[in-house]
């Protein structure tokens, strides 16, 4: 069970934001790169990379910072990075700047023919980020919930060929109040490919519960505001992780 710290960019700071408002954010660190540094030497092995302006603004918009992590912790660590990737040519220069994975979300939903189109161009590299409420998939920024339901949208992504899924409990997250677990569990247990917890990692019964389930497809877990309030040690968390799982 992978334990994936989360570098949420904005405007060049490493932040967190509760239930996606970009006007709630809570700023971690000035310097992104020294956070993911002190992520891999707490024993992280994939890093899990925001652009939250390039989320709303529907482009890169902190591709330096992105790029200056990818050249300090690229070798050591898978880096995922999800927001503002609307076109091919984008996902392109993050792959040849050393990025493992893009997550596309929003634009998944809103232009399915474009997800199809980045799994046929990027075989391997492609995850897709479902963010739901009451299991119905939510989008923009979680302003605007849809009429899809969360496993319909994941079935059919899993055809395309993506990877993973990454799956956020929109209630939950940023608010430490605890993994959805069994809603995590039910969209797994209908898939194939492997699902990826994220939004609400509190503490270590959150860690004990996830690996728990783990044989049912959940790969790892994405955790925020947890490892920098300190409510969860990373590293206790893995090595505990690592044994539950072993």
Request: aromatic share 6%; hydrophobic share 45%.
């Amino acid at each position: 069970m992978l334990l994936i710290p989360a570098i949420d960019l904005k405007d060049g700071q490493c932040v967190r934001l509760k239930q996606g408002v970009m006007d709630d954010a809570t700023v971690f660190s000035d310097d992104p790169v020294k956070v993911a540094l002190h992520w891999r030497d707490q024993g992280a092995e994939r890093l899990h990379l925001v652009d939250l302006n390039g989320a709303f603004a529907g482009k890169p918009k902190n591709r330096g910072i992105i790029r200056d992590i990818l050249g300090a912790v690229g070798k050591d660590m898978v880096v995922q990075l999800g927001g503002g990737i609307r076109d091919l040519d984008t996902i392109e220069a993050y792959l040849d700047m050393g990025l493992k994975y893009v997550i596309i979300g929003t634009a998944a939903v809103k232009n399915p023919g474009f997800l199809h189109d980045a799994c046929d161009a990027f075989p391997g590299h492609v995850i897709v980020g479902l963010d739901a409420k009451d299991g119905m998939v939510a989008i923009d920024g979680w302003a605007k919930v849809t009429p899809h339901k969360v496993i319909d949208l994941a079935k059919r992504f899993e055809d395309y060929g993506v990877v993973s899924v990454i799956y956020t409990d929109i209630g939950r997250d940023g608010m430490m109040n605890g993994v959805n677990v069994d809603a995590t569990v039910k969209l797994a247990q209908a898939l194939t490919v492997p699902v990826i917890a994220s939004g609400g990692l509190t503490n270590l019964d959150d860690v004990r519960a996830l690996c728990a389930v783990q044989a049912e497809g959940i790969e790892g877990a994405i955790t925020g505001r947890a490892i920098y309030e300190g409510s969860i040690d990373f590293a206790e968390a893995q090595a505990l992780a690592d044994e539950l799982t072993a």
